[in-house]
């Protein structure tokens, strides 16, 4: 494997997955006879970059490539590109080829949308940028907020100037299990007398700060 990689001399960044994938094989990596680091080492060198990370197990290998520098991705010039958006729709972002990503919150796959990351990753940054799409391109009458938030630097906060937001920002445990309670009454009456408009969406930052906090009663009403 090793040799391989020195005597490669120009490999396209595109390939290098099927370039990877054929090495793996050819040298049996799934019986440990290619150690991870010699691939990483020669992926490192493929690439010119530091920041790979390898998974896998017994019968696959994933890379991960870190971009060097961030390519940050502008709202306002997605929603000028796209003056309509399907109804219940938002941005995420862009894709790999740069075309706009969208979520439909109509969709049984994401009725929960969960936004994970390390401390400083943007998490809050794409929740605002989430609902301030659907806010900007979906009519108040076909969907409404609800905003909660588990941090004591509520970061929604100017969301609930948004004519869609039901109320400002709530981050006090009582006042946090007093409306997801409210919430949990709502959806039966709703499913009873088959109402579906407007539709309620539910944005909650910093979900473990309430968990932790909150214990049963929090947790209870967010699984119903």
Do not use: C
Request: hydrophobic share 45%.
């Amino acid at each position: 494997m090793e040799q391989e990689i020195e005597e490669t001399t120009e490999v396209d960044p595109f390939d290098v997955n099927d370039f990877f994938r054929l090495s793996i094989w050819q040298n049996k990596f799934a019986r440990g006879r290619v150690h991870y680091q010699t691939v990483k080492h020669g992926m490192q060198n493929l690439l010119g970059s530091a920041m790979v990370k390898l998974t896998g197990n017994e019968d696959f290998l994933e890379y991960y490539l870190a971009r060097e520098d961030d390519v940050p991705v502008s709202l306002l010039q997605l929603l000028r590109d796209m003056p309509a958006l399907p109804e219940m729709s938002a941005i995420l972002g862009v894709d790999e080829d740069g075309a706009p990503l969208l979520v439909d919150l109509r969709a049984p796959e994401s009725a929960h949308i969960l936004i994970a990351g390390e401390a400083g990753a943007g998490k809050t940054m794409l929740l605002r940028s989430l609902l301030l799409s659907l806010a900007i391109r979906q009519r108040q009458a076909l969907v409404q907020m609800v905003l909660l938030d588990g941090s004591q630097r509520p970061e929604l906060a100017s969301l609930a100037e948004l004519p869609h937001a039901l109320g400002p920002v709530v981050s006090e445990l009582d006042d946090v299990a007093e409306t997801l309670n409210f919430l949990v009454n709502e959806m039966g009456y709703r499913q009873e007398q088959g109402v579906k408009t407007p539709a309620l969406v539910v944005a909650i930052d910093e979900i473990e700060n309430l968990l932790e906090a909150g214990g049963q009663p929090i947790v209870a009403a967010l699984m119903r």
